[in-house]
């Protein structure tokens, strides 16, 4: 469902609903899986890793047209 970011730092996953969790995709930047809710963003970074999850056709998808 998430396609290779375009560029790298942070790295950019797509997501289809504004409730997300990350656990760091495991290896060495795993953590504890937690949840984040964007509430009114279009986007949330995880504050473990910096991964940016943006909605996919929101404000801050990087491949909205
Ligand atoms: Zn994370």
Known sequence: MTQTPSYQSPEIVRVETRQVSCDGGGGAL???????????????????????????????DPERV
């Open 30 to 60: 795993g953590h504890p899986r937690v949840w984040y809710e964007m509430g009114d963003e279009d986007m949330v970074e995880c504050k473990y890793c910096d991964r940016r999850f943006v909605l996919s056709g929101g404000a801050d």
